[in-house]
């Protein structure tokens, strides 16, 4: 398959080949494209693929174009890590708005659910069966009686806190 | 007092009547296309964050520049959580309005056996409160779309900014990661070209020539030591090529990797496609929603009236 080094032969064919692609690098490294960089950084490595042969002149002219190579790619890489970077502060920020739009929405749900009606309800259902219970034990020994008031005692507290909770809710 | 808890269905009727011609009671938008989609959306996301973190731990040396791509890239994944919050709280909102004349009479329910255990019910009023809870979950249900729709209303218009600045970073990412794939794929070809493949291509390019020169030497002189000269020059390209296709084979492996990397980029930016154009949908159904459905007000009509009915029969039997 023809290609750019398909008739280049001999160490001054080589060199001139390659003091040409390596000025097309400093253009791309300083003004061109993150693509423009990847291509030249490709051709590079073309080149010290089809360059031979193989004497020491020719194998550091394969150095240098891999070494160029390189950098351009790191450089490449290194740069739109920085630009994804550079959005990152503004992405959390966002994540934080439609965090709390999502929280807002879920306790609309819960509103609409009559999910506080219900737990206050829970609640005092559960005061009466237990103050029920309370008169039935007193007859009991004391431990039992005692079970029965810290019931009675974390009902009630669940009660209040549902009801502050409402309160709290009205306030704001 | 007893007339007075008697009247409280009829009243309750009325006022459901009132609050169906008020307000209408179309269904709202379903939101589960949109979770769907933003589920698809906050999984595509992570895969090809993990895919190019994988593709730059390919080369030792961006080990840190990978360690700096995570961190930035779990800020991207922390964002598609607050995406799955988003889009499960619009479901939840859809699911409690369509629920919600079930969640009223659940509650009703409850007062119920909550009046009955501090026995505060007279049990000949069972059917009556029994009308009533009816007709107040029939109203509930109807506040509760109108509630619904006002809660989704709200909740996507303060996203749709965010969406919509969300999916233009998003985009804005994959065209990194494309260029990031790309330049790791060129890096490990020529990292392949450095540790070897450089010298195997320059060998078997030399045998090759060797071996074309051996060929015309037996051409013009078909002689033992030309044909000992070729068949040695053959046996060299065999043993270059083998050499060759195995750092040409590393290539291959690494161009398969770059290719999948790009095919988990590429669905993800489908779902961030998606992911918008479901949102837009949503928005624009929940704003067509006509606010006064004849079909739905006949329904509701009919309701109360069978509301009204099943009051009359009670105070009948009375």
Redesign the interface.
Known sequence: MPNEFAKINGYEGWKSKLDQLLAVAKTASESGT??AR?RI??RL?DF???????TEQ??EL?TIA?EA??TL??E???G??S???A??A???T??????A??????E???????ER??RA??A??EL??AA?ELDAVLTDDDETLRRKIRQIAGTLLALRAEIEATLGRRGA | MRTRLALWPLVAAVVAAVVVVSTGCTALPDATPFAQSSREFAAGVKAAGRAVAEDLRSDEQLADVATQFDRQWEARANAMDAVAQYADGLVAIVRAAQDARAQAASLGDKLEVLAAAAGVVNPAAGASIAVGIDAASFIYGQIALVRGAASLHEAMHQAQPVIDRIAEIISRDSDNLREIVESAASLRRQAIATSGGAGAASFLRDIQQRREQARRNFAADPSVTHRDALLAADQLVTTARAEYDRFEAQIGRSRAMADASLELIGAMRDGLSRWTAAHRQMARALKDRQPVSVDSLADAAVEVRDLVQRLRALRDQR
């Open positions: 993150a693509s990847r950084a490709d490595t010290a693929m089809h360059s031979h042969p193989d020719i194998v394969d891999l190579a390189r790619l790191v490449n890489i290194e739109e890590v630009d994804i970077a959005r990152t503004e992405l959390n966002l994540a934080k708005r439609l965090g739009a999502g929280r807002a929405a879920t609309a749900a819960a509103s609409i659910r009559l009606a219900h309800v829970d005092m259902t009466v069966r029920d």
